[in-house]
């Protein structure tokens, strides 16, 4: 079974930076497309950002230009990167691992960001 670990959220003021983190378990990470989704507090859960096993990227354009995916597949890890954060990115960021276009995804427990002063 497939286990996902998120870490990296906290309290930032705007304007500042923070890393998120994704462990995988298992020796298949690097097959998977990874994604981060983010769920602010009474709204449905959204894309942020996404890498396919080849590394190319997707990314919303709410986030465009301030974060960043990316993957170290010798680790098992996806990250993302978050720059000029804005309280409206305060959400929880939860990190997927899937097939594209098939119903095989995993999901980790979500770690919670909060941009505020």
């Known amino acids: 079974q497939v286990q996902l670990v998120e870490s990296g959220g906290g309290l930032v003021q705007p304007g500042g930076s923070l890393t998120l983190s994704c462990a995988a378990s298992g020796s298949l990470f690097r097959i998977y497309a990874m994604g981060w989704y983010r769920q602010a507090p009474g709204k449905e859960r959204e894309l942020a950002a996404t890498?396919?096993?080849?590394?190319?990227?997707n990314h919303a354009d709410s986030v465009k230009g301030r974060f960043t995916i990316s993957r170290d597949n010798a680790k098992n890890t996806v990250y993302l990167l978050m720059n000029s954060l804005k309280p409206e990115d305060t959400a929880v960021y939860y990190c997927?691992?899937?097939?594209?276009?098939?119903?095989?995804?995993?999901w980790g427990k979500g770690t919670l960001v909060t941009v505020s002063s």
């Open positions: 997927k691992m899937y097939f594209p276009d098939t119903a095989i995804e995993y």
């Open positions: 890498i396919t096993s080849g590394g190319t990227t």
